[in-house]
């Protein structure tokens, strides 16, 4: 094994391919140097990179069944137990990286941990506010339908992608190539926008500090967020359809 240390954790980590996927992001200026540093004490520890993993479903599940009790304690842990899941989501990456252990069944349990959270924390924070009685009988019966079709849309925003790009062999959220039409650009950069690379996490912390009327907020501004990149990538394959008929 290499000389465990920051300055090598970090070589490896600028050496990578990927590396300038998102050069202005939270995950570059907050998430991934933090990694770095809770890297060596796994390293150390001998635990690897898919061990790592798995650890932080159980932080994202937890997280987002935190939220569903209810009360503002209960959120605040939620939140910190989701960031745990997002700083490990990057330690594991970190660790591979260090130890050139890149595998694709190891990119996609790191996936399908994203998944949990993108799938479980709007239903979750729904069931929550529910929880709370902040809200009377009708405006629950709203939260909670708003809610599950934001976790629904995430998850079918997801499935779209990855079947359009089995079908058309284009990648909507790729503008790595010169192929990349400014559409695609455009939403790659709004699904980002709402990702844990973006503002994800503050706006969570933000809404959940404010309590259940914070939550609420979030809950319909995750779903208006959900709906348009939806309907937007829907439209991208659409096109990218309509324009293979004509050719």
Same mark, same amino acid.
């Given at each position: =094994?290499?000389?465990?240390?920051?300055?090598?954790?970090?070589?490896?980590?600028?050496?990578?391919?990927?590396?300038?996927?998102?050069?202005?992001?939270?995950?570059?200026?907050?998430?991934?140097? !933090?990694?770095?540093?809770?890297?060596?004490?796994?390293?150390?520890?001998?635990?690897? %990179?898919?061990?790592?993993? $798995?650890?932080?479903?159980?932080?994202?599940?937890?997280? +987002?069944?935190?939220? +569903?009790?209810?009360?503002? &304690?209960?959120?605040?842990?939620?939140?910190?137990?989701?960031?745990?899941?997002?700083?490990?989501? @990057?330690?594991?990456?970190? =660790?591979?990286?260090?130890?050139?252990?890149?595998?694709?069944?190891?990119?996609? $349990?790191?996936?399908?941990?994203?998944?949990?959270?993108?799938?479980?924390?709007?239903? +979750?924070?729904? !069931?929550?506010?529910?929880?709370?009685?902040?809200?009377?009988?009708? @405006?629950? #019966?709203? !939260?909670?339908?708003?809610? *599950?079709?934001?976790?629904?849309?995430?998850?079918?925003?997801?499935?779209?992608?990855?079947?359009?790009?089995?079908?058309?062999?284009?990648?909507?959220?790729?503008? =790595?190539?010169?192929?990349?039409? *400014?559409?695609?650009?455009?939403?790659?950069?709004?699904?980002?926008?709402?990702? %844990?690379?973006? !503002?994800?996490? %503050?706006?969570?912390?933000? +809404?959940?500090?404010?309590? &259940?009327?914070?939550?609420?907020?979030? $809950?319909?501004? @995750?779903?208006?967020?959900?709906?348009?990149?939806?309907?937007?990538? =829907?439209?991208? @394959?659409?096109?990218?359809? #309509?324009?293979?008929?004509?050719?």
């Amino acid at each position: =094994m290499n000389n465990i240390s920051i300055k090598n954790i970090r070589k490896s980590y600028q050496e990578a391919p990927d590396t300038d996927f998102y050069k202005h992001s939270l995950a570059r200026y907050f998430f991934r140097p !933090i990694s770095f540093y809770l890297s060596i004490i796994f390293l150390k520890l001998k635990i690897s %990179p898919n061990q790592v993993t $798995i650890l932080s479903w159980v932080f994202a599940l937890a997280g +987002c069944f935190a939220y +569903c009790i209810g009360e503002n &304690i209960w959120s605040l842990i939620g939140f910190l137990f989701i960031i745990i899941w997002a700083l490990l989501d @990057y330690v594991d990456g970190s =660790m591979a990286r260090f130890l050139n252990q890149r595998t694709s069944f190891g990119h996609f $349990i790191d996936v399908v941990g994203a998944y949990y959270v993108i799938a479980l924390l709007p239903i +979750c924070l729904a !069931i929550g506010v529910v929880n709370s009685n902040f809200f009377d009988t009708l @405006y629950n #019966y709203y !939260i909670l339908i708003i809610g *599950a079709f934001s976790s629904i849309l995430s998850i079918l925003l997801r499935l779209i992608l990855a079947k359009g790009e089995v079908i058309f062999g284009v990648d909507g959220r790729d503008t =790595m190539n010169t192929n990349s039409s *400014a559409l695609s650009s455009f939403l790659k950069w709004v699904e980002a926008l709402m990702s %844990p690379r973006g !503002i994800h996490f %503050p706006l969570l912390i933000i +809404c959940t500090i404010k309590g &259940i009327a914070g939550l609420t907020f979030f $809950i319909l501004f @995750y779903f208006l967020y959900n709906a348009a990149a939806f309907f937007g990538y =829907m439209s991208l @394959y659409l096109n990218e359809k #309509y324009k293979r008929q004509k050719e």
